[in-house]
């Protein structure tokens, strides 16, 4: 069964446009953008484009890509002093000469859109609740509970550990009871991990590296990888034409995860702005 991404996302996407229409101002999110790489550019225009659908404020702030450590952690403070914004985002990656962490802490963690702030990372893998959880793994678990699929007691193997996904959605499953592996680059015979999962979760960016082979008979397959062929096809981790009939479920790249990911953005977007206006 095709796991439809698009569709849930976008009954997501109608629930929050009305839960929008009922506030008395409109929740704000403050993307910042340094450079001009062209797939940032690409997400940092559909995040404004859907953020504007329903009915929020988006702002895009561009900045040069020589734009300084001090420059850029300025922007992020007078986001995090400003009322009016709610949720901030800095696109990632940044120029080479940025320290990305440093920039990521300095985000206020009650206006961390992204879930990357220490603090929101760290309540997430202690169990605690945090302001806000990084978007494509909340996307991911999202999908499963959308077609009932178990995560209590199953095995799991997430593969790649990135903080953006890999290391976020294993916290996520652990705190929903699941057995979670973590393969990556150096892992040994990673297809003999594979193939005893009863779901498999890639997080690569590696185009078709997922054949059948690599999966157990009527496991669960979700592709949260996204890397272009030389003709500018969307290609994910996995060959789903030729896992498609082994598994019991699995998402299509494009139409799958991409999706989720925008719809949770924006329903924690939704949500900061809740709690900032609880704490006034
Ligand atoms: N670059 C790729 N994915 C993401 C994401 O989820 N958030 C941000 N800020 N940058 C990204």
Redesign the pocket.
Known sequence: MIIDGKKIAQEILLYLKDEVQKLDTKPTIAVIIVGQNPSSKIYVNLKQKKAIELGMNSIVIEMQKDTTQKELEDKIDELNQNPEINAI????PLPKHLDTYKIIEKIDPIKDV?GFHPQNVGRLSIGLEPYST???PKGVIRLLDAYNIDIESKNIVIIGRSN?VGKPLASMLLARNATVTVAHSKTLNIRAITQRADIVIAAVGSAHLIDSDWIKDKAVVIDVGISKSPEGKLLGDVDFESVKDKASYITPVPGGVGPM?IAMLLENTLHLYNLQKEQK
């Open positions: 985002l800095v696109q990632l992204d990084s978007c494509t953006i990911t």
